[in-house]
């Protein structure tokens, strides 16, 4: 089409117009059949032309206005396949967009599942350690209470006392079980010692302080906050804000925290409650001991965080007994299986 269209010219160029004519009307009618729509306007065009060259003024006009009616329906035509194409193009975005957003959708559902299944692994971690522990905690307890709420009572203790003293609550809850487990060492304390209802011989006494040592070293090495929390509780909590206590004699802020917490809320209710040796003191009598003892045996924030916790308005009372939570590990059904 577009060799014959150049002939055209050329003959129209030389101002021939009956070749030029002929030579068109070949061009448009293969334009026409392969549907080149630039070419037969052009074809069109050349036909004018050459009708003008020619005189025949009518043919002339009659292929001006062919090309214009051509024109204008190529136009319609291109307009037309746009807005297809853009519909289509706005189609195929659409499906991108609802593809991504499904994608998306699938993706955030597995992130929820996935999370849900690793939050359901963790709490059932947590709650086979924290039955462990306090299985652990039964162990040892049976041989010195067999209620088995010492332990429970001190752990609650510890926890109301790290929260006075500005703990997080995840931070204190984790020191109140780890705290069950701070006489665990009576475990390698015999019980001729252990259960003597008077006054310990020198040698006896010797004997007894090895259990913060067994303690610690059954509870060593372990590699969770609440073991590692345990095993510095079970050796450090008989030592003395002075230096005087035991086993390794430390002193002021070199006893670890959690232990001098525990050594306060372990006395507190060693004192409130009946014991071999002793008779059960009033909440008021254990509290005035502790206060006396602040600065010597005690850290002298911890004794302030007790009063804080458990005298005056709105006090809890050591003498309540372990949270449910607690003591659900710690029931006569429990200790029997």
């Known amino acids: 089409v577009e060799a ?13 117009p009956y070749r030029t004519r002929e030579v068109l009307a070949e061009g448009l009618e293969v334009a026409r059949e392969t549907e080149a729509r630039r070419f037969e306007l052009e074809a069109l065009e050349l036909k004018s032309l050459a009708a003008e060259q ?32 853009m519909e289509v193009h706005f189609d195929l975005e659409q499906a991108r967009s609802r593809a991504e957003t499904y994608r998306l959708e699938l993706l955030e559902q597995a992130r929820r599942e996935s999370q849900a299944q690793v939050l359901e692994r963790t709490r059932e971690l947590e709650e086979a350690q924290l039955e462990i522990v306090m299985r652990l905690a039964i162990a040892a307890e049976y041989r010195d209470d067999d209620t088995g709420e010492h332990t429970a009572r001190v752990g609650r203790n510890a926890e109301a006392i790290a929260l006075e003293l500005g703990w997080k609550e995840d931070e204190a809850r984790v020191l109140s079980v780890a705290a069950l487990l701070h006489d665990v060492g009576k475990i390698g304390v015999g019980d001729a010692v252990l259960h003597k209802p008077g006054m310990l011989a020198a040698e006896e006494f010797d004997v007894m302080q090895e259990h913060t040592t067994i303690g610690a070293g059954i509870l060593s090495g372990g590699h969770t906050r609440l073991l590692r929390l345990a095993e510095e509780i079970a050796l450090a909590h008989h030592e003395r804000w002075d230096g005087k206590g035991y086993p390794l004699r430390l002193a002021g802020d070199a006893i670890p925290m959690s232990a001098r ?33 602040s600065g010597t045996q005690f850290d002298p924030r911890v004794v302030e965080a007790c009063m804080a ?6 006090a809890i009372s050591p003498l309540d007994r372990p949270p449910t939570r607690v003591r659900r590990y710690l029931s006569e059904g429990a200790l029997q299986r």
Do not use: C, M, N
């Open 4 to 16: 014959l269209l150049e002939l055209g010219r050329v003959y129209l160029e030389l101002e021939q």
């Open 54 to 85: 020619d005189g025949d003024l009518q043919a002339a006009l009659r292929h001006e206005r062919t090309f214009r009616q051509r024109s204008r329906e190529l136009q319609q035509e291109e307009q037309t396949l746009r807005a297809e194409l």
């Open 261 to 293: 917490i525990v050594a306060v809320a372990d006395v507190l209710d060693a004192l409130t409650h009946d014991r071999p040796y002793k008779r059960a003191w009033s909440t008021e009598e254990a509290l005035a001991e502790i206060r006396r003892q």
């Open 309 to 314: 916790a458990f005298s005056g308005e709105g």
